[in-house]
T-cell receptor, first 117, second 115 residues
Framework: AQTVTQSQPEMSVQEAETVTLSCTYD???????LFWYKQPPSRQMILVIR??????QNATENRFSVNFQKAAKSFSLKISDSQLGDAAMYFC??????????????FGTGTRLTIIP | DTGVSQDPRHKITKRGQNVTFRCDPI?????LYWYRQTLGQGPEFLTY????????KSRLLSDRFSAERPKGSFSTLEIQRTEQGDSAMYLC?????????????FGPGTRLTVL
C-alpha cells in the first residue's frame, strides 16, 4: 500500500520570505502523480501543484515550486514571497495512474503553515 | 457551474441516530469520491463511484455506512446508528475520466459531530 509522510506538523515563515514543506512517500509503482493541496481554515481544499512521476522537470506554478526526487521518494513544496493568504493546512498526496479505475488520493497528515506579518 | 457542493455543511446528532449527507458533483464529472477527515489528519478514502456504479469501498467503511449515486448524478452517504467515533469532516470530490489531468475537485465538506 502507498503511504505519504509529512514530518512537519507546523511551520511558520515571515511574510515575503521563502518556506519549504517536506513530504516523503512510499510506493512500488513506477508511474503516479504527486500533489500539494491547500486547505484554508473553514474552506475547501484546492489543488496547488501537481507532478507526474515520469517527468524529470520539477513543476512550478507562479510562487509555488516542487523539488521532486524520485529515487529518494521525496516531494517538497517551496513557497516563495510568502503572503498572508498562503496561511493554511498543506497536504501532500499521491495518486496512482489507473485510467479505467479508482484513482483515489492518499494524503499525508498535513503541515499547518502560519505567515508572520 | 459552481463546483462541488455538499449539504448540510454541519450536522450535530446524538449517538445512535441516523444521518444522511448529500454531494452534488460538477455536472459533467462521472467519477465521485467520498473521503473522511478526522482532526489533525489528512483525508482518508471511503468509497468511489464511476457513474452510478460503486466500484470500491475502503475497509474504513463499516456496515453502518452506505453510499449511493442514483443515475450517476448526486450522491448520498448515510451513517446508521452513529457513534462518537464517526465525528469527522466528510469530503466529497469529483473528477472526469479522460480529462487532461483527472484532477479531483473537492466540496466544502460536511462536519459531523456525534454527541
Amino acid at each position: 500500500a502507498q503511504t505519504v509522510t509529512q514530518s512537519q506538523p507546523e511551520m511558520s515563515v515571515q511574510e515575503a520570505e521563502t518556506v519549504t514543506l517536506s513530504c516523503t512517500y512510499d510506493t512500488s509503482e513506477s508511474d503516479y502523480y504527486l500533489f500539494w493541496y491547500k486547505q484554508p481554515p473553514s474552506r475547501q481544499m484546492i489543488l496547488v501543484i501537481r507532478q507526474e512521476a515520469y517527468k524529470q522537470q520539477n513543476a512550478t506554478e507562479n510562487r509555488f515550486s516542487v523539488n521532486f526526487q524520485k529515487a529518494a521518494k521525496s516531494f517538497s513544496l517551496k513557497i516563495s514571497d510568502s503572503q498572508l493568504g498562503d496561511a493554511a493546512m498543506y497536504f501532500c498526496a499521491y495518486r496512482r495512474v489507473h485510467f479505467f479505475g479508482n484513482e483515489k488520493l492518499t494524503f499525508g497528515t498535513g503541515t499547518r503553515l502560519t505567515i508572520i506579518p | 457551474d459552481t463546483g462541488v457542493s455538499q449539504d448540510p455543511r454541519h450536522k450535530i446528532t446524538k449517538r445512535g441516530q441516523n444521518v444522511t449527507f448529500r454531494c452534488d458533483p460538477i455536472s459533467e464529472h462521472n467519477r465521485l469520491y467520498w473521503y473522511r477527515q478526522t482532526l489533525g489528519q489528512g483525508p482518508e478514502f471511503l468509497t468511489y463511484f464511476q457513474n452510478e456504479a460503486q466500484l470500491e469501498k475502503s475497509r474504513l467503511l463499516s456496515d453502518r455506512f452506505s453510499a449511493e449515486r442514483p443515475k450517476g448524478s448526486f450522491s448520498t452517504l448515510e451513517i446508521q446508528r452513529t457513534e462518537q467515533g464517526d465525528s469527522a469532516m466528510y469530503l466529497c470530490a469529483s473528477s472526469q475520466q479522460g480529462a487532461s489531468n483527472n484532477e479531483q475537485f473537492f466540496g466544502p465538506g460536511t462536519r459531523l459531530t456525534v454527541l
